[in-house]
């Protein structure tokens, strides 16, 4: 993608946030009225997915399962993805750079270098850092026979519900892998979004 935004690579995670009103300060940076979630606590991520307060039934429907490829591309379509801070105890963000982020995703389907991790079974999961990240063998297996596809990877062992803790994967073939376009991982509604954070290796037929 010859005009990628240089502050965010493949590879990286963004705070989804839910948005309101848009303002210009004059001579500053762009404003977004945050309407959730409460970040109190966490560190400071200087990367966020805005998302306007008008799809919110998106996150019930995810929550559900009830979420193919289509509908999170329409949703998507709405996103941007940004460069800034939160301010005035977290009811603005302030921005200093965004870009739409479905373009980014599609773009950087190509791009090689991901890293290539293999789904442990004993675990039924991979290990993109020191913690696992949970797919079910149901997940991994469907990833494995469609080309393409997104779905809830993991849902919270003790409850069953995606709403307290939830992963969801799109994957997509490319040569002898399957690329993880976009990770979703929810705590408590509060959703950490990777682009393009892995690779795994495609299973041959026995």
């Known amino acids: 993608m010859a005009d990628a935004p240089d502050w965010i690579h493949p590879g990286e995670t963004a705070t989804l946030l839910w948005h309101g009103a ?9 404003m977004y009225q945050v309407s959730g979630p ?7 991520a200087p990367r966020f997915l805005l998302a306007p307060t008008e799809r919110e039934d998106f996150a019930a ?30 009811a603005f963000l302030a921005v200093t750079a965004e870009a739409p982020v479905l373009p980014l995703i599609e773009a950087w389907k190509a791009d090689p270098g ?6 442990l ?20 297996a469907a990833a494995q026979r469609e080309r393409e596809l997104f779905r809830m990877a993991w849902a919270c062992d003790e409850c069953g519900d995606a709403a ?43």
């Open 22 to 30: 848009r303002a210009e300060r004059p001579g500053g940076p762009r």
């Open 38 to 44: 409460a970040l109190e606590g966490l560190p400071p």
């Open 61 to 90: 429907r995810l929550y559900r399962g009830g979420v193919g490829l289509p509908a999170l591309r329409d949703f998507l379509s709405e996103c941007r993805v940004a460069l800034g801070e939160l301010i005035d105890d977290g």
């Open 114 to 119: 991901r890293p290539r991790l293999p789904y």
């Open 121 to 140: 079974e004993d675990l039924s999961a991979f290990m993109p850092a020191e913690m696992p990240l949970y797919v079910d063998p149901a997940a991994h």
């Open 164 to 206: 307290d803790a939830g992963v969801f994967l799109w994957t997509a073939h490319q040569g002898d892998g399957i690329r993880v376009c976009l990770l979703i991982h929810n705590d408590a509604g509060i959703w950490q979004v990777s682009l393009h954070p892995f690779e795994f290796p495609k299973e041959t037929a026995a």
